[in-house]
T-cell receptor, first 112, second 113 residues
Framework: QQQVKQSPQSLIVQKGGISIINCAYENTAFDYFPWYQQFPGKGPALLIAIRPDVSEKKEGRFTISFNKSAKQFSLHIMDSQPGDSATYFCAASSGGYNKLIFGAGTRLAVHP | NAGVTQTPKFQVLKTGQSMTLQCAQDMNHEYMSWYRQDPGMGLRLIHYSVGAGITDQGEVPNGYNVSRSTTEDFPLRLLSAAPSQTSVYFC????????????FGDGTRLSIL
């Protein structure tokens, strides 16, 4: 049973558009919600993360929106670029930054 | 700093063979972990270690063995490989488990025939 459900599986966006990836979780003990970006042949790299005491966090073109009552969080990529084409994973953990539970991943393709 | 180094990058095994996947980090990180990545399932935690001499099981530990004799190295052993262990394996490390996020290596792609 997947504790963190991610959608969509794949996403195609035009250059300059907004990419939106959603995740939902069940375990209310989760207190750390990161997003990882992975390019082919590479390991996941931390992109941005949020804790449940805030509803939104923005870093450059990347924003996490967090809805504690709905147990959902999402990644928004503004002004999407071809270089953003990668697989994105949401994750969650409780009591620290490690022992992460990952979503299934979203393959994003940004077309020029 | 080389970061997290995993060797080999690719390996093909036959069912029943044994193998050790190597992971080394030069950042003096106490926390190290192993994940496997399978299509449609994201990454799942196999084993982790909070310091030399201390290891514990993650979400999917069966069929894998680990030890942590030094701070730098955290090898993952497959004692008798099975086709279900075909996967991409990632090692990760962090300074500790509560103050800093993990850095991932570039993975070992393992195929078991």
């Amino acid at each position: 049973q997947q504790q963190v459900k991610q959608s969509p599986q794949s996403l195609i966006v035009q250059k300059g558009g907004i990419s939106i990836i959603n995740c939902a979780y069940e375990n209310t003990a989760f207190d750390y919600f990161p997003w990882y970006q992975q390019f082919p042949g590479k390991g996941p790299a931390l992109l941005i993360a949020i804790r449940p005491d805030v509803s939104e966090k923005k870093e450059g073109r990347f924003t996490i929106s967090f809805n504690k009552s709905a147990k959902q969080f999402s990644l928004h990529i503004m002004d999407s670029q071809p270089g953003d084409s990668a697989t994105y994973f949401c994750a969650a953990s409780s009591g620290g930054y490690n022992k992460l539970i990952f979503g299934a991943g979203t393959r994003l393709a940004v077309h020029p | 700093n080389a970061g997290v180094t995993q060797t080999p990058k690719f390996q093909v095994l036959k069912t029943g063979q044994s193998m050790t996947l190597q992971c080394a980090q030069d950042m003096n990180h106490e926390y190290m972990s192993w994940y496997r990545q399978d299509p449609g399932m994201g990454l799942r935690l196999i084993h982790y270690s909070v310091g030399a001499g201390i290891t514990d099981q993650g979400e999917v530990p069966n069929g894998y063995n680990v030890s942590r004799s030094t701070t730098e190295d955290f090898p993952l052993r497959l004692l008798s490989a099975a086709p279900s262990q075909t996967s991409v394996y990632f090692c990760a490390s962090s300074y500790d488990s509560s103050t800093q996020p993990q850095h991932f290596g570039d993975g070992t792609r393992l195929s078991i025939l």
